[in-house]
Structure formats: C-alpha cells, structure tokens
C-alpha cells in the first residue's frame, strides 16, 4: 500500500473545537481566553479560530480569471533611462506598466518630471502598446499635459485605441486629497472638465481605466482599511454622478471605473479588504440600478509599511502584502521595490520586485483557483466586518455632504488623522513591530544601491491662483520617527568616529542574563545607541568606563535583580552612568530608583520617547 492509499483518516481522531480549547487553556495557564484575539484599527475582532463558514457570501472574482497582470513602475526622472528600465521589467517577466508622474499618489520620492510629446516618446519608445500590455497612468496635477501627449502619440503610432490597454486614470478627488487643493469647485467647472475629458477618451475609444477611485492615500496617511475603503466608494460615486450629467449613461460610466487600494503586509486584512470592495461596489451598483459586474482593481503595496533602514526587510512584508492582493481579487499589482524609499531603484531591486510576484505566480500559483478565501471561515468573517465599517464610512460621508463637501470641511481628515495618532503610538511602543525599525535593528548595515536620491519634492504640488483649498492628507512612512534617530547616530558617526553607546551591564551568568540583554540591545539599536556587551564575570564598573558609554544598562533575571541590582545600579551611577535597567522593576522600583536607577525599559513602554532622552544623554 502506498502512503497515497493510507487511511489517514482513521490514524488521526477528527479534532473539534472543545478539545482544542482544552489544548489552549493549559497553554495559557489561567490567563485570559481573550488575550488571543485581537482588533484592527477599525475595531474589528479577529478570532484565533473559526468553523467553516456555512453561508459564503458573493465570491471575489477577478474582472478576467485566471492570472493578475505583473506591473512594473516607470518613475524615473531622466526618459531614457525610464525607457531602458521598462524594457527591462518587460524582458523580464512584467505583463504591463505603472507610469507614475511626480505629483501623483504614487510618486514616492520619484516619478516623472516630463509630461511633454517629446520626454514622453522617449519613455515609450519600443514599448509596444498595441500589443496590449496593460498600461496605467496614475493622475497628477503637476502632468496636465500628460493625456493629450499619449494620445498624440498612439495617433503618431498609427495604433488604434481598441488594440491598447492604455489606462489614463482620471483621478481628480484622489488629488485633491492628497494634496489639499482643487482648481475649481467640485460640483461646478471641475467635476465639468472632468466629465468631458473622460467622455472625450470613451468616444476616442480609451474605455479601460480611464476613471480611478485611488485611495492609496488614505492608507498611507495612516487610515484604516474601512476608510480606505469608504473613500474608493465615495470617489467612485462622485465620479459616476459626475459622468451621468456630464451626458453618459451610467452603465457606460460604470464601465470606465477602475480602483486602486494599497497592499499592506497584514495579509488577512489585506486578503479581505480586496474582497470587500467587490462586494461593496457590487451593492453601490444595485442601488443605482445596475446589474453588477466585475471591477478592475489595481493593487500596490502600501508605502506607510516601506523602511529606509534594512531594506532588505521590505521584501519580506511586500511579499506578504502582493500574497494577501492576489488573493483577494486584484488584477493587478505593483510592487514597490525594496530601496523605493531610499531613492530611485536600480534594476536590481526592480527585479526583485517581479520576481516577487513571479514565484507567487509560476510556482506557488496561488492565482489557480478564483477567490481561493471564499469558504474560509474566519475569511468570510473578516470581510463581512470590512464590508460593515466600509460601508458605514461611505454612508458617513454620503451624510456629510459627499466626498468632496467632507474634504472641505476636514472631517474626513481629521478621523484618519486620529486613527495615525494610535499607530504612531502602537509604533512608538512597539506593540506593532517593524522589522528592521523598532525590532531587530541593524545597526552594522551596508548601505545599498539607488540610481538616484530620494526627492521628497516629487510629492508635491503648487496650487493655482483661485484654488479650492482643503487640508491635505500627507503619505507618511511608520518607520520614520525611528529613522530620524538612526540619521542622527550616523551623523554622529561620520563627526566622531563612533556612534553614542550603552553598556549592557550583565549580571549573573550567560544564560541568566542573555535574554534581556538582547532585548536591551535591540531596544536601544533601534535609536542608533550602539549596545557593548559587558562579559560573564567581569567588573562591570571598570568594563563601563573602559567602553566609553555614558549609558549603562543592567540586564539579568528578577531573581538576580532581587540580590545584585541595587549594588550594580550604586557603583554605576557613582561611574557617572545614567542608569538603566532591563525589565518591569515590580516591587523593587523604589529601592532601584534610590539606588540610582534612572528608567526602566520593557515591553509596551513607549520605547520611542524613551530613546529620544537616552539618545540626549548618551550624544
């Protein structure tokens, strides 16, 4: 008999959810059931199991079965160079192009600068658009010339519209969110232009893309998936209303709508937030009386989760985050490759950007089954929840007067403004981890490759005279604070020879003391402070002065506090060291503080304020 043929079944009883629980229990010994569930942001639950859903709702189904379009960015400055970087992408395995401008949503310290006939034909060039490569132009107000010059093009290139797959992605509101301005009053002369320059496309043609709701910003100014969510159906509704009275029927309007959300590194959130969109555009259509119909949905992995400081970490979470959009639905998807925000990426890193999705594709081929969630218990459960918080952000904003009246007011900013107050928090104290950031720094990193600098700069945009003005939701990386320590130790380093320092004052032996004095030293690397590692034994005095810290840390287990922690932290202050100590002092913190211990560092603690003073006192 083979293994194939193995009654398998019979070997193994069938488990049930109270003998797991029974498993559970003893492994929390006495603690709380609840510590194993936790909330998103929008406050959704999410359960550590769940049965098998029993009534799946509608499946998310891609617009074409089968595999997403690979994209590859074109946002480098100089045309040439954008153009050898395209081909590149192409030859080597991207279906399509993202083109990104400066100014657009995507323009993360890059993006074309150029928007003329010229520059553009130079990007374009041996690009072989009739082919049917699926092109997408993120919108931007700094590239106003942008459309006409593309379509001066293709008529130059003698290639008709029906054969391309040139999304425009007319994006007025995603601007405007971004941003903070409006040439003119939504409603009046703005939504008017829009509406014909997207009427004038549908009549050249241009059908595919040629509207997106991008909520891209909300994300990376900190929002949660229920806004990100509640703002793509606001602008998708704003857009449809405009394109009614602009003269096209609402189906053909419905028919140029694309979307394009951000691909965090939380995949199950991810995963759901893709699947929600389909089921709540699905329900905008059925009340505007349309039958509903499969949406093109564009995925990118989210910027707020990018990190300057070991790069390399960003392959991991943007594998994660181009998992978790396949997944659920999108058809296609832009990874940001890992050095994105340290400048303009090589072709390395652009390569590892599709090779991301290749392997996801050509080897996991994970896009072989459509809407592969769709059953899961805990899947269904979790987009039914987005489903209600999107939709009622949508209904929000609906109730404020619209997407354009609430960007107006800034009410819609100020509730994504609030909810990045609690990440940057979460952040700071290391309740969500960044590897590479807040967790697991590396501090001895070899600095990598970039064609050129990072520009902060291409984010931006002037207002018109007579602009409509708005406060801006501005991208924000989660990793930034952070690495405005880490620039400071390397400008340390680069003045004086050698980065600010701890001393780990380890007491007790090697296998006493090793747990937190990793944990100390990851705690402190993390600003840049530079840990030195005092050995098993030594006088930890005459160890401190000899490693030219003015910070010494005392590591070791509650045990060894008990008897030695006091002494230590005496004879180390007396050294002229602020002291610091590894761990919850519990009730020992009154006799350690007298003793000279200055702050106690540990789990939860807000790490980030913490490190500011240490890295004061140690410069």
């Not at 488990?15 to 797991?20: A, I, K, L, R, T």
């Not at 034909?121 to 931007?140: N, T």
Request: one cysteine or more; hydrophobic letters at 45%; a negative charge.
């Amino acid at each position: 008999m083979s293994l194939q043929d193995a009654p398998l079944a019979g070997v193994f009883p069938p488990g049930n959810e109270e003998d797991w629980r029974k498993i559970v229990d003893r492994a929390l010994k006495g603690a709380s059931f609840d510590r194993l569930t936790s909330k998103t942001y929008d406050g959704v639950a999410i359960a550590p199991l769940y049965p098998r859903a029993t009534a799946p709702g509608p499946r998310a189904l891609r617009a074409a079965p089968g595999r997403w379009s690979i994209l590859a960015r074109v946002d480098l400055a100089e045309p040439d160079a954008a153009n050898a970087l395209a081909l590149a992408d192409l030859e080597g395995g991207a279906d399509g192009l993202h083109i990104v401008f400066a100014g657009a949503q995507g323009a993360y310290g890059s993006g074309l600068l150029d928007d003329g006939e010229e520059a553009l034909a130079h990007v374009f060039d041996k690009i072989r658009l009739d082919y049917g490569i699926p092109a997408l132009v993120e919108f931007s107000p700094r590239a106003p010339k942008a459309v006409d010059a593309l379509l001066r093009l293709l008529d130059r290139a003698h290639i008709a519209p029906g054969v391309t797959r040139l999304s425009f992605g007319l994006d007025p509101l995603g601007a405007r969110a971004l941003h903070g301005f409006s040439s003119a009053p939504w409603g009046g002369e703005e939504s008017k232009a829009f509406a014909q320059r997207a009427k004038s496309l549908a009549d050249a043609g241009y059908r595919f893309g040629t509207v997106a709701a991008d909520a891209r910003v909300i994300h990376a100014a900190g929002g949660t998936e229920a806004q990100e969510l509640g703002f793509a159906l606001a602008a998708a509704l704003a857009y449809l209303r405009a394109l009614e009275e602009g003269g096209l029927p609402l189906e053909e309007a419905r028919s140029l709508l694309a979307f394009r959300l951000a691909a965090d590194a939380d995949e199950f959130v991810g995963i759901a937030k893709f699947r929600a969109l389909r089921r709540l555009f699905a329900r905008v259509e059925e009340v505007c009386g349309l039958s509903p119909a499969p949406i093109y949905v564009h995925a990118e992995t989210a910027w707020r989760m990018v990190t300057r400081r070991d790069p390399w970490t960003n392959l991991l979470r943007a594998t994660l985050a181009a998992f978790g959009a396949a997944i659920g639905g999108a058809d296609a998807i832009s990874v940001l490759p890992f050095t994105q925000a340290l400048g303009a990426p090589d072709d390395f890193a652009r390569r590892l950007a599709r090779d991301t999705q290749l392997v996801l594709q050509d080897e996991s081929h994970i896009h072989a089954v459509d809407d592969p969630a769709s059953g899961s218990g805990g899947m269904e459960t979790l987009t039914e929840a987005l489903c209600e918080r999107g939709w009622e952000e949508f209904q929000r904003l609906e109730a404020e007067g619209g997407l354009t009246t609430a960007l107006e007011k800034g009410s819609f900013q100020g509730r994504v403004a609030e909810v990045a107050g609690k990440r940057a928090q979460s952040v700071a104290r290391a309740r969500d981890k960044i590897t590479g950031c807040n967790a697991f720094p590396d501090i001895g990193e070899v600095p990598v490759a970039t064609l050129a600098p990072f520009d902060p700069a291409r984010f931006d945009a002037s207002a018109p005279n007579g602009a409509v003005t708005s406060p801006p939701l501005r991208p924000r990386r989660l990793a930034e604070p952070f690495e405005a320590l880490r620039a400071r130790s390397d400008a340390a380093l680069a003045a004086k020879g050698a980065r600010p320092r701890v001393f780990l004052a380890n007491l007790g032996s090697v296998a006493v003391f090793t747990a937190r004095a990793n944990f100390a030293k990851n705690f402190f690397e993390a600003a840049g402070i530079e840990a030195l590692f005092g050995e098993e034994g030594a006088d930890i005095v005459a160890a401190f002065r000899a490693s030219g810290a003015k910070l010494a840390c005392v590591c070791s287990s509650d045990a060894i506090y008990a008897e030695k922690a006091a002494e230590a932290a005496r004879d180390l202050a007396a050294a002229g060291a602020r002291v610091y100590l590894a761990g919850r002092p519990g009730e020992l913190e009154t006799a350690l503080r007298a003793a000279g211990v200055a702050e106690f560092i540990y789990a939860g603690g807000d790490m980030f304020d913490t490190l500011q003073r240490a890295f004061e006192e140690a410069g």
